[in-house]
């Protein structure tokens, strides 16, 4: 019914109008007034004195005032929409009682829902039963281990990722929660797994064998505790060409950790999307333990064999690459961070949206300034300053506009790669900007890095998502260079994305859910997805032995805590 109340209000609002229009384009008084035409010409009447007459036949007042003294024509035209307003009918009891029915049903649908949540919450779970527990234990026996897919394998046709947006029928439900506010916001996305993919291994029965799971969390910070239950959803059928990707709207503004990519992408409800793979990681038997015995104390051995494991699926740790790296870039000449920079438009245009931002911040803080100033004398020192700032910024816009303007084209492909004399241009800004600065205000803000040292932060921001963004395109990923993938590849290279096993502890939900739930799904900190909010730690699903057999997937709970 929640899906269908926009539909009803809009029905209900096209009703109102088609009305309006069909009862001869009266406006509202002709909606609700009683001497409606219906849309059929009335003859001419004489004028009379009623109050109906004044009302239906306007223009005679108008007709008759202009040979009447003003006064009187204004006494008179007010008397007749006095009376005009006495004798129309307040209200159209229909349209009236439709706009009633409908706020009832969004009221009705709220509190069910309201109720729904609160029933979940509240539930009492049954003490486990001895076939619960030992799906526990054996599901607990091992994990799913998953990974990024990188380089991604090009055409891009998985159903199984993180990020991006759920591909879905018509018809899915995506996970609606009552704000701190009081008002319904849709979760955001996060996961979505395609049990088809899911290899053999030995937890492999307590999951589907097909069907797609779809994970969802409230990553912004508008949501309360209710928003921990109902956050998976799953799909047994088998995807059509009917399915696509379903961007919803009112869905929370994800709270970013990085300000500079709110600045390149405003408030954003999704995250980027990254293909994932799995594999089985087993818990080491006492008898392999036992049988490596030489090597050292039991506890030690076990640890070692996780670890064999560990890097047999996600490969060695990989020291970070000081190639992107504005830390690493030199400070005394303007950085490029590989040979051929910016190698397609996207690296361009985020360049030149960082500038522009920094620009703005200056013409601000200049107009601010002024503003405080309030009035002084034309020849004040200071306000003499800051207009002469103002042009230069000005100034200094035009020129900045220039050296980008082939950037702002529309119909340019995101990740083909610009002309050599046009990347030349921008290099030769870039490095005007490091030597020569940009009109200030001089007023120093500690919180914000100030040229020329902030655009080795702009120029590897640029360098990493115009290269990560480029991999994605079939066209696109001829441009990246293998040395270029090689110092991407430690931000792909998280470890703590899994399903079943036993969930990582961080403070009390893990040792606390262990017992009676198992762990449907755990998604850790992610640099390359920015799932890296502040001490955010893992987001862990938990679900009942019970629930998972019989597939009730929307009872799993959500668990977040903070390192």
Known sequence: MEKLMPLLVVGAMLLIVGSLIYRGGKGIAGLFSGSASKGKPQPRRERTSSPLADMTEPSNDARDSSALPVGKARQRTLASSQAAHAASPRSNSAAEKLIAEIQQQAKDSDDQRKAKFKAHVERKIPPISEDGRQAIEHGQAARIAIKHVFPPRLPQRSMSYFGGLPIVPDEFDWPTVHNRKGLLERLNFMAQIDCSDLPPG?????????????????????????????????????????????????????????PMDEILRGKRT?????????????????????????????????????????????????????????????????????????????????????????????????????????????????????????????????????????????????????????????????????????????????????LPLVMNDWLSIAAIQGAEGGLTDPDGAAL??????????????????????????????????????????????????????GEMGPLQYWITPEDLEAKRFQNAILTIEAY
Request: hydrophobic share 40%; charged share 25%; aromatic share 10%.
């Open 270 to 450: 999704h995250y980027d999307r990254v293909e994932v793979e799995f594999a089985w990681i087993e818990e080491p038997t006492d008898a392999e333990v036992a049988a490596r015995a030489d090597e050292g104390h039991a506890f030690e051995v076990a640890d070692k064999i996780r670890t064999e494991r560990v890097e047999a699926f996600y490969g060695p740790q990989i020291a970070p690459d000081p190639l992107l790296s504005a830390h690493h870039a030199p400070k005394d000449m303007l950085w490029t961070p590989y040979p051929g920079f910016p190698a397609n438009w996207h690296s361009a245009r985020i360049v030149r949206k960082l500038v522009e931002a920094y620009h703005r911040e200056e013409t601000a803080d200049v107009a601010a300034q002024l503003k405080a100033l309030g009035d002084v004398a034309e020849d004040d020192p200071e306000a003499k300053r800051l207009r002469v700032a103002q042009r230069e910024l000005s100034a200094f816009g035009s020129k900045m506009f220039n050296a980008f303007f082939p950037t702002v084209h529309a119909g340019l492909k995101e990740y083909d790669a610009p002309p050599a004399e046009l990347k030349q241009q921008i290099l030769a800004f870039l490095e005007d900007l490091r030597v020569n600065g940009m009109p200030s205000s001089s007023a120093r803000r500690p919180h914000r890095r100030q």
């Open 202 to 258: 030995p937890g492999r029965d307590l999951l589907p064998e097909k069907g797609y799971l779809y994970f969802f969390a409230p990553m912004s910070d508008t949501f309360g505790a209710d928003a921990m239950h109902f956050v998976t959803r799953y799909e047994p059928r088998q995807v059509t060409q009917k399915w696509g990707p379903l961007d919803m709207p009112f869905t929370a503004k994800i709270l970013g950790s990085d």
């Open 480 to 533: 990246i260079g293998p040395d270029v993938v090689a110092a991407l590849s430690p931000r792909h290279l998280s470890r703590s994305h899994q399903m079943l096993g036993k969930g990582e502890v961080v403070q009390v939900a893990a040792d606390e859910m262990k017992d009676r739930y198992l762990l449907l799904l755990q998604l850790g900190p992610d640099m390359a997805l920015n799932w890296t909010v």
